[in-house]
């Protein structure tokens, strides 16, 4: 049902990950019908906003500690399966569906709340999107969130090869909706702190071997050692024992314990929109959190150290004018960005922030008012008859979007014993995944 003035828009945010939950509780802010929004929501939601969190089960489940990081209240927050979600969208009444969810997830939750909502009058629009930016499986990616009612472009380039995939297998593209990206804000830079400040943002899986980490924060130690006048700062996305969007295999907490770091050099968490208030040049190898000092004018390096490779995801900047190595950093380097490619990234550094989500949030409330289609994704049976149905069976849905026989809580909620035994379990497979597992591979390579 449409909303009113006396009645919040309900949006439920289902994400599978610390990353993809700040991603899916910002966009819900930007683009709940109403006037636009300056700056990123942060401790309140917006007026009007109803927001309801679902955290899909997983390794990447996010920790309290994580999701207070981000700095989004939700109305409501719950861990659920995939057919405990479905469950609770034939129960509860939504306005907006938004996916933030790995391209295999967003599937089979299309194909589920196809079913789910088959034979309805009226339905929650729902919306999918990418993260950032968007520099691998492309087709892959964009073919498994068909069917949602607005797949979110993050920028006019990403909109661009949106509809060319689409268009180009015969699906419909008109889902494409360009926006921005959702996390950006902030003060823009003004000059230089004291003392000035050089940050690393790291990634959890690029580069992933421990020689390349070791040699990145052995060049930022001995940054610190050259600037002693600078405040060095290693900014970290997890903490040990924690889990991100990727698996983080070789914890750069670790890493520097067998190192001797000068007294300038800092390890720091936190949200990373604080830690740019303060930042003077950022470093990292690909990170979205360059598109987040980008948009707020802070001088920003896309190391080349390890090559210009599509494997790093630095590939994505070539053009940006941010490209250069540690050498050319501790010799005093300050990049310039390029004002059309920044332009082309959903950047947006000239102004215009505040505008970029309106199409979307027009669209939802134009699909609200008539009421939007069924759910019609690209695969089906017919069209992906030997890749689909493993896709829906990983989240317990048969081949038509029903839960299937023994699906995990398909009928009941769990009771005590249960979950103390789901926790103690999730548990095990964490410690097995960052901790056994690495160890059986590194065998495996003697």
Known sequence: MPPSTSKPTRIAVLADSDTRWKWGALTAARIAPGPSMEAAPREDAQVGLELSGF???????????????VGVRADSLRE????????????????????ALVGGGVQAMLHGLRRLWEGRERRPVVVTGYVGVVYEKLADGLLLRHGADLVLANSRQDAERFRAVYEGVGADASSVTEVALPFLGGAAYEGEH??????FAVQPSVPDSRKDRTYLLNRLIQHARLHPEREVLLKLRSKP????????????????????????????YGNMGEVLDRTDLLVTISSTAALESLHRRIPTVVLTDLGVREVLGNHHFVGSGCLASWDQLDAGHRPTADEEWVARQGVVADGSYATAFDAARERIAKLLDRGPAPLTPYYTPATAPGYLPGI?????????????????????????VRQIVRRAARGAYRHGVQRVAPVIRRMGEL
């Open 194 to 199: 004291d003392p000035y400040t050089v940050v």
């Open 241 to 268: 024992g924690e889990h991100t969007t990727h698996i983080e295999e070789q914890p750069y907490q670790k890493l520097v314990q067998r190192l001797d770091p000068p007294a300038n050099f800092r390890l720091v």
């Open 55 to 69: 955290l899909l089960r997983g390794r990447a489940t996010p920790t309290p500690r994580q999701l207070a990081e």
């Open 392 to 416: 829906l069976a990983r989240h317990h849905l048969g081949p038509d979007g029903t839960p299937l026989p023994g699906a995990p809580a398909a009928d009941r909620e769990p009771g005590p």
């Open 80 to 99: 659920v399966t995939a057919v405990e979600f479905l469950r609770a969208m034939g129960e509860e009444e939504y306005d907006v569906v938004v996916l």
